[in-house]
């Protein structure tokens, strides 16, 4: 089975909406090729969610509705960047 493409989008900025690292909701990535615009703290946070999607595999709690997407966010206590993980098949689109 061929690795799914991978879009990050960030949907939330928890506590005061502020990311030190100057993401904005709303803000995409393609994943790998963007990956170096993304703090590394937060892409150490999302690898791992990034790559059960990527190779198809789910965690049992994944909505079975959108069981290409997930969400998790920066280990930043303050103020977590949320991001949408999506994965899709690039000949069939999101």
């Known amino acids: 089975m061929p690795l799914k493409k991978i879009k990050l ?5 928890l506590g005061d909406g502020n990311c030190p690292a100057g993401h904005k909701i709303g803000d ?8 170096g615009k993304i703090c590394q ?4 946070s ?11 595999g789910r965690f049992p709690w994944f ?3 959108k069981p290409n ?11 977590p960047v949320v991001f949408k993980i999506i994965g899709y098949d690039p000949e069939q689109g999101i």
């Open 9 to 13: 989008e960030i949907t939330n900025i």
């Open 28 to 35: 995409k990535f393609d994943y790998p090729t963007d990956s």
């Open 41 to 44: 703290s937060a892409m150490n």
């Open 46 to 56: 999302i690898y791992p969610s990034i790559q059960v999607i990527a190779s198809g």
């Open 63 to 65: 909505n079975p509705e």
């Open 69 to 79: 997407e997930w969400e998790r966010c920066c280990p930043d206590p303050k103020r």
